[in-house]
């Protein structure tokens, strides 16, 4: 979710001496050349399922950013695309079924220390996996990759991830003594204007062994999905009459659910601010967000301010595992001063829809 104040401070007239001495300001504060971090990872690529209820396997996957020197990298970002492979009986294993949890970090920072934590990077608690789409691990930290690198110091984050496969009766027609489910995953590290620092690849594979023990739950299926033409939202305000008058975008069918329960949906903004490249900050409620069912939908829809504490947006009944449509809306309140006195840049966040049942 991205503002963009165009239309600023037209009335300035600066000289062009200041407009030049600040220019040269700029250009000399960048004194010290940054290094670019490794990504690397290991993990132990086998997982066996012998349950029902499906598995966990903790610290399954490490990510590790590492580097020599200078390092100072603002609003990163770490992503997965995971791809399953099918086998020779046409079957492979549901991606959706799987998720990443974030269990510590580790490693070695002495200049300055320590390295950050958790929840200090921002990472979701529970980061579900979507079949050959990319899902962001971390949607932007809020922790910088930052070392002095005095005498040649050496950063060494490593983010440790438990793997979790849910259960459920669809590991039924999964089971198998010998075909194992390969699953290739691609890891990205971003820096704060989306360019690719490092990628990684991991091949993992699955077993779903025969004498699975328990007996099959009945499964709950929901899922949700923002459409590729809303998942990078932009708010521009051009004119005057956007201040004056608040700025709007709609999305057209930009979010969908499909389930066999009663729903919620629910939507947070993963930073506590919109934030800028250059660090400046815009609070959240500037923007709002609603919700609009299609006409074939009948769920109920409330409007919200954005926040970084999850709200429910939504609810709804089964929709017998068809797909459900809305249109996502969001809008600036007009005369916001906030917005009115901002400095004119590009301001962004991320925001995590999630469905959950009601």
């Known amino acids: 979710m991205e503002i963009r104040t165009i239309l600023k401070q037209q009335n300035l007239n600066l000289p062009m001496n200041r407009i030049i001495y600040f220019i040269i300001i700029l250009l000399t504060s960048i004194g010290v050349h940054s290094q670019t971090p490794n990504l690397s990872l290991w993990s132990n690529t086998y997982m066996n399922i012998y349950s029902y209820e499906g598995t966990t396997q903790p610290n399954s996957i490490t990510i590790r950013i590492s580097q020599n020197g200078y390092l100072n990298i603002q609003n990163w970002k770490l992503s997965v695309i995971a791809t399953p492979v099918t086998i020779w009986n046409g079957l492979f294993f549901p991606v959706e079924k799987i998720n990443l949890q974030p269990n510590y970090t580790t490693g070695t920072v002495k200049d300055p220390g320590p390295l950050p934590t958790i929840s200090e990077i921002g990472i979701p608690a529970t980061l579900n996996l979507i079949g050959n789409s990319?899902?962001?691990?971390?949607?932007?930290?809020?922790?910088?990759?930052?070392?002095?690198?005095?005498?040649?110091?050496?950063?060494?984050?490593?983010?440790?991830?438990?793997?979790?496969?849910?259960?459920?009766?669809?590991?039924?027609?999964?089971?198998?003594?010998?075909?194992?489910?390969?699953?290739?995953?691609?890891?990205?590290?971003?820096?704060a204007n989306n360019e690719i620092i490092g990628t990684t690849n991991l091949s993992y594979?699955?077993?779903?062994?025969?004498?699975?023990?328990?007996?099959p739950p009945s499964e709950n299926t929901y899922s949700i999905q923002i459409s590729t033409g809303a998942r990078n939202g932009q708010l521009n305000m051009n004119s005057l009459a956007d201040y004056a008058n608040g700025a709007s975008v709609l999305y057209n069918n930009g979010l969908s659910v499909s389930t066999n329960i009663d729903y919620q949906i629910s939507v947070r903004s993963i930073s506590s601010t919109f934030i800028s490249s250059s660090g400046n900050s815009l609070p959240l409620d500037v923007v709002n967000v609603q919700l609009r069912p299609s006409s074939d939908n009948k769920a109920s829809s409330i409007t919200r301010s954005i926040s970084s504490t999850s709200q429910i947006i939504s609810t709804g009944s089964s929709t017998n595992k068809l797909p459900a449509y809305y249109d996502i809306h969001y809008y600036t309140n007009p005369n916001d001063q906030r917005l009115i006195q901002a400095k004119m840049e590009d301001y962004s966040t991320t925001l995590q829809y999630e469905i959950t049942p009601k």
Request: net charge positive; hydrophobic share 35%; glycine share 8%.
């Open 205 to 215: 594979t699955i077993q779903v062994h025969t004498n699975l023990t328990g007996t």
């Open 134 to 191: 990319e899902v962001f691990l971390v949607p932007r930290s809020n922790a910088p990759i930052y070392n002095i690198g005095t005498g040649n110091s050496y950063y060494d984050l490593q983010i440790l991830f438990n793997m979790n496969v849910v259960g459920g009766s669809y590991l039924t027609k999964l089971k198998t003594n010998s075909p194992q489910y390969p699953i290739n995953m691609r890891f990205t590290l971003y820096g």
